[in-house]
């Protein structure tokens, strides 16, 4: 049973500061990789998808890379600023059906 | 596009209520998604439709019955809401394609008493 381990469960740096949030996930036969963010009492918001193809995608300050044959990927959150406070979720997705597996998530708190 | 809405936003219950959760896309999406999110479990599936006309079971089905109406809508129907059902629930639709990338709704707040 693939099991997805986010860590630190919560992390509180001040503003400005560079940041790496971990995903490892226990089957490494997966099909892709894909980082939400979700603020309080909302809904996730998709950040970045990795296919397992992939070693990296990026998005404005977001990096993500996946390492498949270790069971690994990071979110690399650059020059962070107060407005990226939120829980960030990774999830996996094991071959072609449709179950998403999700972490607990790493609430994350940029001070200003 | 409003993307995936949800409706109602909260409810309260009494333990045997029944009640649908609702949920909209207009992307034109061909497949829906049924989370519950419980603190310290992260998000489960509990239904999905591949594509209008079916559905199939997820992670957690026990107790929710689905309806995939057409190709908009899903619903998700708690016949006899148990404490145990307390949850957030969302929706998610999926972009076609190979990338599988999944777009969530707002969610639903429920509580049941």
């Known amino acids: 049973k693939q099991e997805v381990t986010q860590i630190p469960a919560a992390l509180s740096v001040p503003e400005g500061e560079n940041l790496v949030l971990n995903c490892s996930f226990t089957d490494s036969a997966i099909y892709n990789l894909q980082w939400f963010r979700q603020d309080p009492g909302k809904g996730l918001t998709s950040l970045l998808l990795?296919?397992?193809?992939?070693r990296e995608q990026t998005s404005g300050r977001l990096n993500a890379s996946l390492d498949k044959s270790s069971g690994r990927s990071t979110l690399y959150i650059a020059a962070s600023q107060p407005g990226d406070s939120a829980t960030y979720l990774c999830a996996v997705r094991k071959g072609s059906n449709y179950k998403l597996t999700f972490g607990k998530g790493t609430l994350l708190t940029v001070n200003p | 596009n409003a993307g995936v809405t949800q409706t109602p936003k909260f409810q309260v219950l009494k333990t045997g209520q029944s009640m649908t959760l609702q949920c909209a896309q207009d992307?034109?999406?061909?497949?829906m998604y049924w989370y519950r999110q419980d603190p310290g479990m992260g998000l489960r599936l509990i239904y999905y439709?591949?594509?209008?006309?079916?559905?199939d079971k997820g992670e957690v089905p026990n107790g929710y019955n689905v309806s995939r109406l057409n190709k908009r809508e899903f619903s998700l129907r708690l016949e006899s809401a148990a404490p145990s059902q307390t949850s957030v629930y969302f929706c998610a639709s999926r972009l076609p394609g190979n990338s599988y990338e999944q777009y969530f709704g707002p969610g639903t707040r429920l509580t049941v008493t």
């Open positions: 992307m034109n999406h061909n497949s």
């Open positions: 439709s591949a594509s209008e006309g079916t559905t």
């Open positions: 990795i296919q397992s193809s992939q």
